[in-house]
């Protein structure tokens, strides 16, 4: 089933493609052979990360880049990282509404994902997810995330390109300072340039910037107003700048060992712990060391310990 | 060494405290011996977590809830969540100068904590400096975190009351929806709630909070300007109230619970993990398969089968 399947996403039908990242999101066991099958078929995409804070216009700046790049003729696959809430509907619509248009496309293929699930299990599920629309022939593949915390550092683990975008904020003229993310930006974007204060938050990011450099790349600083779909195309251009950068300077390669090494190491925290849990599950010492531990008669290190022991014993 | 550093935080010795902080922070075996004796002696403190988008005014809320809860006459320990990067450090300041007024004070303990490190790395060592201060003899324990991602659900998980701050936003209305945070708020604050959109934001708030309701307790929703000091004092009384409430209900205990049981795994996981790479780092095993993962050779699920296999054999 699993290989049919397979065969009909390198063969470009799109059902198979969304029963595919259906399984990759559920963590289906058939999501895991299915990777097995199409890996050797990726690496060829261009993989596009887009962060920033909420309100920043993330959705319209993502729907913008993907016009622009169904202009130069490309095909495309994006991942919207959706955190799953009782309140993320309403923003799921809203990011569909400012794609609407790219949905028709058979050149683009767009899917929500929800970020409820086990530790770790969402940089996990993008991964496999960027894999299976990569095999699936995409020249890019754009993953748009909400926030500024450990997902979006886990997630430029992934993409090539990580575009930071930062708005003229509220009360602070830089809203993503605090986040922490400006350092995992190869691309810097200012939108909503149009806004009184965007020339003053261009200048702070240009002298934050300074202080952090990347050997052989100068962070570029964009401004763009993604509604009226302005700065896009230059945007593309810095974008395909970074690429070749990535390409001659070796990066390329780097970037692929060190994400080949946190898949491998994620994956294999994973099998290790589900054997452990398989029996002391079954005769109950998790649950009594579970207890010790709420009652403070062990501490939780010492109770590990423990644990790892009853399932080998 | 551990065992006088011990006895000297629990008597009160604020010098043993940063210490011991330091040696939680960087991951130092002494750290792991410490909490293993401070356990016992933790438990009693009242655990608030606090957060909300950047520019929402966290530090200086938690700097007006600090002087309220010393008008109290409790004690405090402030944990900052810090994001590790060369553009943190005027942030920090920022943080720094908010609660200057409180570092003087012999019953305040403020500590800034960095987030970079290993995955889950954050949440491990902020569950292990809330014990730390909680052993220490604090009355309240305040965790203060930036943004809206993995890491705010990990540390709601710490927390015994977790407050989540909106503001009136830039452009949208709502900043945090998006962010699928309100679900963790025990009690959520509007902040700057002199600006315009502020009740128009308290109002969509009781929209989306009648959707998701926890049993037997319905999430306030407070205004205050926590730069006047405005609503600090009502906000503290609705902590109260919750804690009351997590009390009389059993929910405590049950928090309890659900905390240890997720220490024992994070750390269970980490251990088996550090079995598993000492063997295949020496004998060249990891590099190699990182190498064929990188290459597309194996997929990564295979190769961490691989992995285990070749520790244990």
Redesign the interface.
């Known amino acids: 089933m699993t290989v049919e399947l397979v065969q009909q996403l390198l063969d470009g039908d799109r059902k198979a493609l969304t029963r595919l990242l259906t399984y990759v999101e559920n963590g289906y066991p058939e999501a ?1 052979e299915a ?2 099958d199409l ?2 078929h ?2 060829k995409a261009h993989i596009i990360g887009i962060t920033g ?3 920043c ?1 993330k959705s319209t700046l993502t729907g913008a880049l993907a016009r622009e790049l169904r202009k130069r003729g490309r095909s495309i696959g994006i991942i919207v990282i959706d ?6 509907q ?2 799921l619509l809203g990011d569909r509404i400012r794609m609407q248009d790219l949905t028709s496309d058979p050149e683009v293929f767009i899917r929500s994902m929800a ?1 409820r699930g086990a ?2 299990g ?1 940089a996990a599920a993008t ?1 496999d997810a960027v894999t299976v629309l990569d095999a699936a022939g995409n020249d890019v593949v754009l993953v748009e995330t ?7 550092v ?1 997630i430029a683990d992934t993409a090539h390109t990580t575009i930071v975008i930062n ?6 003229d830089m ?9 995992i930006a190869d691309i810097l974007v200012v939108n ?1 340039a149009d806004l009184p204060a965007a020339n003053s938050v261009a200048k702070q990011l240009h002298i ?1 910037m300074s ?2 450099r990347q050997e052989g790349w100068t962070v570029p600083i964009l401004k763009t107003i993604a509604h009226k779909e302005e700065g896009i195309s230059e945007l593309l251009d810095e974008i395909g700048r970074h690429r070749e950068f990535l390409a001659t300077s070796g990066r390329l ?1 780097e970037m ?2 060190h ?3 946190r ?7 994973a ?3 589900g054997g ?2 398989q029996s002391v599950e079954e005769n109950g010492t ?1 649950d009594k ?3 010790s ?13 423990r ?2 022991e009853s399932a080998n014993g």
């Open positions: 895991r990777i097995r890996f050797p990726s690496g804070p909420t309100g216009g955190p799953s809430s009782p309140f993320s309403g923003a970020t530790l770790g969402l991964n909400v926030g500024a915390g450990q997902d979006e886990e708005i003229p904020g509220a009360g602070d809203q993503a300072i605090k986040a922490g993310i400006l350092e909503k934050f202080l952090d390669e692929g060992r994400r080949a090494r898949q491998l190491l994620t994956i294999t925290k099998i290790l712990l452990v849990l998790l060391l579970v207890e531990v709420a009652t403070k008669d062990i501490d939780p290190h010492s109770a590990a310990e644990l790892i």
